[in-house]
T-cell receptor, first 111, second 115 residues
Framework: GQQVMQIPQYQHVQEGEDFTTYCNSS?????IQWYKQRPGGHPVFLIQ?????EVKKQKRLTFQFGEAKKNSSLHITATQTTDVGTYFC???????????FGAGTRLFVKA | EAGVAQSPRYKIIEKRQSVAFWCNPI?????LYWYQQILGQGPKLLIQ????????DSQLPKDRFSAERLKGVDSTLKIQPAKLEDSAVYLC?????????????FGPGTRLTVT
């Protein structure tokens, strides 16, 4: 069945450092979504990637979808304390309609 | 627009008791999802409705969990009887549909503690 792996599980950074989380699938994906969950909060949609090799930017966040549509990354440039939280990828198989969430990468930012 | 509403926000019950959660999605959203999120894990899809029909319930423990969305709007999720391992946050989400763009909006969740 569909498996999605996120790495790393945790990341501690100093404020101002960069951060990257990776999402890898065992099968080809239809699309991938990224969500952010603040401590004690609920997941909030960040972006969706659909096309092979797609790159999208939101201010300091850069999202990339792999050429083979099996992996994706989220990169944050110059982290701030407001970036603290858990970042989840959510994937859907080609031809499918069921969304599967990764286990998430928890980001800690030290001021 | 108003967000996804859930109630109650917190619930503490003893094992073998029953509990029900309620969700009201964003107006006009055809798709409704129930997720279980155990501490430190990603949300796990329990059931997905498209209007009032079930799209996927493959991970719903049907011997104890049930869910309905009778009029294609709000939904209830029930656990009967509860087990210790059901302690988790139950998240409801909605989206406009299940087409190519299906951004999910989550409610605040119900934190369930089973003792």
């Amino acid at each position: 069945g569909q498996q999605v792996m996120q790495i790393p599980q945790y990341q501690h950074v100093q404020e101002g450092e960069d951060f990257t989380t990776y999402c890898n699938s065992s099968t080809t994906l239809s699309n991938i979504q990224w969500y952010k969950q603040r401590p004690g909060g609920h997941p909030v949609f960040l972006i969706q990637l659909v096309k092979s090799g797609e790159v999208k930017k939101q201010k300091r966040l850069t999202f990339q979808f792999g050429e083979a549509k099996k992996n994706s990354s989220l990169h944050i440039t110059a982290t701030q304390t407001t970036d603290v939280g858990t970042y989840f990828c959510a994937v859907r198989n080609t031809g499918g309609f069921k969304t599967i969430f990764g286990a998430g990468t928890r980001l800690f930012v030290k001021a | 627009e108003a967000g996804v509403a859930q109630s109650p926000r917190y619930k503490i019950i003893e094992k073998r008791q029953s509990v029900a959660f309620w969700c009201n999605p964003i107006s006009g959203h055809a798709t409704l999802y129930w997720y279980q999120q155990i501490l430190g894990q990603g949300p796990k899809l329990l059931i997905q409705f498209q209007n009032n029909g079930v799209v996927d319930d493959s991970q719903l423990p049907k011997d104890r969990f049930s869910a309905e969305r009778l009029k294609g709007v709000d939904s209830t999720l029930k656990i009967q009887p509860a087990k210790l391992e059901d302690s988790a946050v139950y998240l409801c989400a909605s989206s406009r549909g299940t087409g190519e763009i299906y951004e999910q909006y989550f409610g605040p969740g119900t934190r369930l503690t089973v003792t």
